[in-house]
């Protein structure tokens, strides 16, 4: 399967890379209008390169993926789709919950194939967690915690374009939440503002989420920018039979004992390329998968959509101390 | 120290065997209503039985350990004062806030030397950890998580005259909030009904409760009623350099690694007895040494005022879908 | 039951708070030639005091717990059996096997009620392990490892009077191994001098040790006179359907996580009168509950006999370079 | 660097997956002479296949991998290096320690690069551990543990021809020993036979291994040919300062919590391949980058003379019960 790529920033690479390493799929060509980022992608890891994303959008790609800045996500999914081509769109789907869903009555009749970039539902130990509920070893699924935190705030210029910590970090976690508990009917946040040097960006640095599902279970989400330890991804599913458990993740299976501690393990991973290294790898096994056999793909536009409300809905009822009922 | 104890029943047996085992205190007078329990417990743990607890208050015993339904602790307490004895208040201090302070300004002027029964406080892990913060090691405190679920729920008609959820178990854990975040200034409680068969006690099986400290940390509590792996206890202290993390206790330290699992440890520890029997030791010498040398008593009549002040405001916060501000 | 111990110093200390804490043991004599030791001791725990130990084997005690240096065992458990005394003899039952071989002769017809003070069968964590291997959990069992490593070496005075490590250190797990796989058919060892400062004692300070039974199962035993982390306790049983392990215990369940190390626990419980309060208590249960119920006492005089015969065959493997058939 | 491989078997496979995965290795020509093997391997891999590897040794290639069976693998090494190609050869260097001896003394002048195949030394867990060691955080080495234990035997057809387990399991372990604490001095090794099944195969199917270095440090090996949980591979240094620790792995991060256990994880890895893949690619990286910088290639010949010699020595001392000295 031919592919292109849109964006050679971060999240591009890392799909240019998984793209390299898979046996069915081929980077055919990368779009990126900073001079010299496409082609530096593609001699590492194959493929033309361009500084027009059209050009990959109008190629003979069987399937785009887009890693473009997120106000252009919406119509590169739509213009992608009406090329015939299938779609991996990195989250979040759309800058705001009215363009996601125009996308999506936009996409409505043109036989989408687009898929939304939730890597996490990919990860071998959130995929284990969820398996060992959905086996019903846990019983009925009652409460899911679910810590997120980054190793570091990322520079202030960032916060201020990120659309704030709900839509750029937590929807991650939100689209978890939905993932382990359903649709969600209620949702309070509170959010935090803990380094002082990110005071005057208006945005918060931390959050507390409980999210209450239309049946009945509740998922909590504890976000931060920073963790000293590293990158904090954890997650627990607690049924009224069992609960499974995910920890964090480190380099080596190796720890230490001293007159000082015993079992010291190393630091966390450190950040998302390396804790999601595989998960973006079975993602993109799943995106070419689900494209070949021509059956639904998921995480689908509504996720995407869901998702989104669901930030949407945390910083209005962090900003109002109410909660919102959806 | 000549210790009388009120209350023969599961708590009041507990203080009875730490008063035993102590060297420097000595059981002198048990009472309960029940006809046989106290004489049962004298038997035991040494002591006379009365069935009456003005006997206990009006004895020559130097301090009086408070043991007895919640709605007699508060005229116990000013009782025993009365009298001059030092005083050990299971908790909660008195069954309603305004009962609490009316407690606390009745108590003004007498040189009061009351204790509140938190054991949780003197838990060697939650301590240690509490320590670890307090030395430093963990940079700024910013967020704390409580997770706290029983084995199993008590009967219904224990849930009917508990006073609730918040009242009757969250309050040791908001207890904990308060000890490592300080003063709260905002709380929002979400209440669930998990098990079908409690739904008609008009109260919640389970919590998830969002606290706010006036210096802006949060601490959040996760209550559930039960828990199929045992008496779920554990507490996560995140600050800006680092986190300390308490684990739940097994009975031994012994794992098993089949064709099924690896590492895998005995269920946890079943329930408060065991869990926290050293707890309970500390805290009853903690109590001693205070009174012995007249220093303040930590946790003080302030400290059960304030925790019955926050269960009251989790219930109204979950009953209203509102914050609740202090 | 009235008890004496004979003994006052560390391990007479360890055996004197077990039996104050026992609900059916008194604590009536205790015999000690340094003066005012058991006087001091005495004064803590109760009960009389003596210098002359054939006091307690004369005196109205119904057991006789012997703490007294090792030449002097063998002696006292057979007077204070000969005067009627139930008895339990710290480890090792004698200073050779040649002296246990003649007690355990003399013993024969006088209705011994003997038991040897092998603690660690106590250990709730070792004896969870060996529950599993008996209900059948880890198949059939093959191979055992035991590591065992003090935190620190005795002063080179207590070494040159030890009887040497095997003798002094792995007679523990000399008995563990039997207790675990049977009686021994073949040892081999090597001794290990680690420290230079304990080169010219003439004894190891460290040893490997391997333990062959006589239906062809394996123990390695580890032996080192120090560790920087505290007391090094483990054991592991491998079956083959699978394996039992048990790991150190620390003070608390606390973890820390900073920007050096994840999930780091405190170094083990420091030494024996800690790592083993629980086992020495257990034990002295099980020799109330065998006396009290006349039925077999174990460890067994035949268990101290042939934990110093394979002592006595480690040695002798450590200096010859040969394996010693038994 | 283009790359040619002989023996397109179970190893052969590992190699040539990371050959093809490698930024800087060119999978060139495979040979083996099981017909359609060498094509299967180059059709999924890339490169051309042949049954004949003198075509290998004689072609353009820069390097050979050698994964044929031990015994064509002195002639292999030799006959690439007199053609002047580097070589990776997979242990056993040769099938006996003169053959291997040989080998060596042929290669003397030949300005021979090639590097043998213990890929545990590349393990990132086992690295991290040494790296420990070497950074002094453990103090002067002391003890050394390997544990190493196959999930399951290989046919009774393999064994025959394997060499038995000390050249054919242990060697392993026996080179990563040396790794850690330099050249041997001294050999004890014990053989057991658990499996019944195996019994009349004339080999050990389990072996305890103590060797004593140069400088009096000790390591021991514990092997079986079975483990229910999976492939179990743990280290553990032990220094006077601290000791290094490396567990096993597992696919996820998960564990369970249920009525019956807690903590539970998954069964470890289930072999070779899983376990060490990230080995087997560091491994290739460190070849390819050592010729081409042309420094020294490690493991050496000698690291592949010498951990047969203790191969031999084992056996010896297994079947003698004679303690060998090297």
Redesign the interface.
């Known amino acids: 399967m031919k592919i292109g790529i849109i964006g050679a920033g971060r999240i591009g690479q890392v799909h240019a890379r998984a793209v390299a390493?898979s046996?069915t799929a081929e980077l055919s060509l990368i779009a990126d209008p900073v001079p010299g980022a496409a082609e530096a992608l593609a001699a590492?890891y194959g493929g033309s390169a361009t500084t027009d994303a059209d050009e990959v959008i109008n190629s003979d790609v069987d399937a785009v993926i887009i890693c473009s800045p997120t106000p252009l996500h919406a119509q590169q999914v739509l213009a992608s789709t009406r090329t015939g081509k299938a779609v991996l769109c990195e989250k979040p789907l759309a800058a705001s919950v009215e363009e996601a869903e125009q996308l999506a009555r936009d996409l409505e009749g043109l036989n989408p194939r687009v898929m939304v970039g939730f890597n996490r539902r990919f990860d071998?130990?959130f995929?284990?967690?969820k398996a060992?509920a959905d086996r019903g070893?846990l019983?009925?699924v009652?409460?899911v915690?679910i810590?997120s935190?980054d190793p570091a705030a990322p520079p202030k210029s960032y916060i201020a374009v990120s659309g704030g910590i709900f839509k750029d970090m937590s929807i991650h976690d939100l689209d978890m939440a939905r993932f382990l508990i359903g649709d969600i009917a209620?949702v309070?946040a509170?959010g935090?503002?803990?380094?002082p040097e990110l005071a005057d960006t208006g945005d918060f640095d931390?959050a507390?989420i409980?999210l209450?599902s239309a049946d009945?279970k509740?998922a909590?989400v504890?976000n931060?920018r920073?963790?000293?330890?590293?990158y904090d991804q954890r997650l627990e599913i607690?049924?009224?039979?069992?609960?499974?458990?995910?920890?964090?993740?480190?380099?080596?299976?190796?720890?230490?004992?001293?007159?000082?501690?015993?079992?010291?393990?190393?630091?966390?991973l450190d950040f998302f390329l390396d804790r999601y290294a595989e998960a973006y790898s079975l993602e993109l096994d799943a995106f070419l998968a689900g494209v070949a056999a021509g059956t639904a793909l998921s995480p689908s536009v509504r996720d995407g959509v869901e998702s989104l409300r669901l930030a949407v809905a945390c910083d209005q009822s962090a900003r109002s101390?109410?909660?919102v009922q959806l």
Chains 1, 2, 3, 4 share one sequence.
Not at 226 to 230: F, P, R, S
């Open positions: 390493a046996p590492r071998p130990s995929a284990a967690a060992a070893e019983g009925q009652e409460q915690s810590i935190r209620q309070s509170v935090l503002n803990m380094d931390g507390i409980t209450i009945g509740v909590t504890t931060s920073h963790c000293a330890t590293g607690f049924g009224n039979a069992g609960s499974a458990v995910v920890d964090n993740l480190r380099p080596t299976a190796m720890a230490l004992n001293t007159a000082d501690v015993s079992a010291a393990r190393e630091p966390y101390g109410q909660v």
